[in-house]
């Protein structure tokens, strides 16, 4: 697996305080997935960050691997599942090459990473978790919302760019809104979300 060089990532992992999304346990919205046993099978954590959601996934049953281009991330994830004594693979990698790792999935997870990219990494994150998800699976994205006031944070998505965006090779089966957990930001720990459930045709 090809390193990728992003310290601009990395370094918010190396600050003296955790980033706003690293709240050390796994996103609600996630742990209600898999409370409804839909994190299952291979999985794939795109930008897993230190691996909450991951973890959650793996201590279910799932066969996981999470992918971060931070490595600092990636090494607290590995500390965390060893002391937790969960097996899950977290590997350095590129979420828009995937194509690259020679994995096929039957789940994808995403927490607050397709709100990072531009227009047009957009498309190829797209086309990189199709090159992963085997036909039929499912990807389940969490992203920062349009509904979310103000210009702190990740871009806001609209639920007709998350359909424009999955329109081809893919079936939205749902869009619905949530919130997003994170570390308190001017006293706001929630952050309006829309979570998709995505199916590859
Ligand atoms: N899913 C994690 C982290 C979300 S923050 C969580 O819920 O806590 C966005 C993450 O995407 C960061 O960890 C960042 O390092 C990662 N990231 C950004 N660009 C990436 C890329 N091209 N490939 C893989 N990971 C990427």
């Known amino acids: 697996m090809t390193e990728q060089a992003h310290p601009e990532w990395d370094a918010s992992y190396t600050a003296g305080t955790p980033a706003p999304w690293d709240i050390g346990r796994p996103q609600p919205a996630f742990v209600r997935l898999a409370d409804e046993g839909r994190l299952t099978g291979r999985l794939l954590d795109a930008g897993c960050g230190t691996g909450e959601n991951a973890l959650l996934a793996a201590s279910r049953g799932a066969d996981v691997t999470g992918i971060d281009v931070a490595p600092t991330a990636i090494a607290r994830a590995r500390a965390k599942a060893s002391e937790r004594g969960l097996t899950a693979r977290f590997e350095v990698a590129d979420a828009l090459d995937l194509g690259r790792l020679s994995l096929t999935v039957d789940t994808v997870i995403d927490s607050g990473v397709f709100h990072v990219f531009g227009d047009d990494d957009r498309a190829r994150y797209v086309a990189s978790l199709a090159a992963v998800l085997r036909p039929a699976g499912a990807c389940y994205l969490m ?17 007709e760019e998350l359909r424009a965006a999955f329109s081809d090779g893919w079936a939205v089966q749902s869009i619905t809104a949530g919130t997003v957990e994170i570390n308190p930001v ?12 995505i199916r590859r045709n």
Do not use: E, M, N
Request: aromatic share 10%; net charge positive; proline share 7%.
């Open 143 to 159: 992203c920062f919302s349009d509904r979310q006031p103000g210009t702190w944070g990740p871009r806001r998505v609209r639920a």
């Open 186 to 197: 001017d006293g706001t720990t929630q952050v309006q979300a829309w979570l998709a459930a």
